[in-house]
């Protein structure tokens, strides 16, 4: 197979990761979970969202409309693809060691009801989320709560 059939597999590649981002939300009926947080980290998590989307989109865009220029071999060229090789590398490394989905995939694959499609079931993504924190990377310690009045 050409290395520019190949380039371009992997950008329709990015646009179907893109898309499943985009359905994902309904899916796991992300709206209704968040719903349990401050506006202001509920809006940072829908600005972050977005933007990976559209970063999937024009790696993507790009990798499959200019699939020759990637294959050619130029400075640039180069560039671009070490930086998407780097950039898959990292997101599998930070997928492999640092969420533990383990918690999601058993409240997904529960009955629809009203404890995996309410504002009760945001803990679960909460608990799964902190765990960022507990032992994941980067690792940062948690401070002690203060006691009341100090």
Known sequence: MKLITLLQIGGALHLGLAWAGGTMS??????EHLAALP???????WVYFTFIGLTLLSFGGLTFFYAPAM?????????????LATFWILRLIVA???FDVRPQRQSLAR????????????????????GLFDGGIPRLKRQPARPAGT
């Open 39 to 45: 506006p202001f980290i509920r809006r940072l998590f």
């Open 96 to 98: 492999v060691f640092v």
């Open 26 to 31: 309904k899916a796991v009926n992300l709206r």
């Open 71 to 83: 294959a050619s071999g130029e400075p640039l060229a180069r560039a671009l693809c070490v930086f």
């Open 111 to 130: 009955t629809p009801g009203p404890d995996t499609h309410s504002p009760g079931f945001a803990p679960d993504l909460r608990r799964t989320c902190s």
